[in-house]
């Protein structure tokens, strides 16, 4: 068993099932090490999601850093010397772990109920609105807006303005969709449109972040994703992969409920819808 140290302030904010999780990586530190986030938790019965949320209540940016923090700890009660901190943006395995990590973390958040709401809404004629406020966030936008064209569906808009956006709120039917995408959760034009929608009484689709955040308390469906807040130089450089991989996965299950809706209708047989 080796320790690691943890302040009483960080004990006592994990819940019951990330404290079993710390039980279980203090009795199973050797294989831990040798184990992706999935099969951490399948080995504890907890969620990716969980174990990810464990990880940064522990104040690490993800499984992989965990892992890293663990090697160093276990080097120090071995009497042997502890590993220098790695240089940001010099490990490329560590990088490549925390993206996997966030992206595996990201599929546990992804629930059926979720998914069957916002096919509901795909299959209605009601027009699609996605806002995009620019910058890095905006090729977010771009590729939903693609990736349902694609599947034939029509009525589909990316709006960059805030005033236009707002416009079409004051003046569309409540039979219209607003998509709301944030890598913070916390942008405040983003938050002023979810308000108005809301207010009107729109239905509201959005991608966010885990943490609690304003944007997915205004949604009529929330889909969240794990990612690790960046800056470099004043520089905001989070990673989008998370949501680029909510957003295929949405059409892609999308695709797949549509192809077995006419399984259906021709009296195929099929597996579970999602």
Not at 124 to 137: D, E, N
């Amino acid at each position: 068993m080796i320790n690691l140290p943890l302040s009483d302030e960080t004990i006592q904010s994990l819940s019951r099932h990330e404290l079993n999780v710390l039980k279980y990586v203090y009795e199973h530190t050797e294989s831990v090490l040798d184990l992706s986030i999935r099969e951490l938790s399948e080995r504890v019965s907890y969620s990716p999601a969980t174990v990810l949320r464990f990880c940064k209540k522990l104040g690490y940016s993800g499984f992989a850093e965990f892992k890293y923090a663990l090697r160093a700890a276990r080097r120090e009660s071995g009497g042997q010397e502890a590993a220098p901190s790695p240089r940001p943006g010099r490990s490329s395995d560590l990088m490549i772990d925390l993206l996997s990590s966030n992206i595996q973390a990201t599929a546990g958040l992804i629930q059926e109920e979720q998914l069957l709401r916002t096919f509901r809404f795909f299959d209605s004629p009601m027009p699609i609105y996605i806002w995009s406020p620019g910058g890095i966030t905006d090729t977010t936008g771009e590729y939903l807006e693609r990736l349902l064209l694609s599947t034939g569906r029509q009525s589909v808009y990316r709006i960059e303005s805030a005033r236009l956006f707002s416009h079409l709120i004051n003046t569309v039917g409540k039979d219209s969709l607003m998509v709301l995408i944030s890598t913070s959760g916390t942008f405040g034009n983003t938050i002023r449109i979810g308000k108005l929608a809301q207010m009107k009484g729109l239905p509201i689709l959005s991608i966010t972040p885990y943490t609690s955040n304003e944007i997915a308390d205004l949604s009529t469906v929330s889909f969240r994703f794990f990612t690790d807040q960046r800056e470099n130089l004043g520089a905001e450089y989070t990673s989008r992969l998370p949501i680029f991989f909510t957003i295929h996965t949405i059409i892609q299950c999308y695709i797949r409920y549509r192809e077995e809706r006419e399984s259906r209708r021709e009296g195929g047989s099929h597996d579970s819808t999602v």
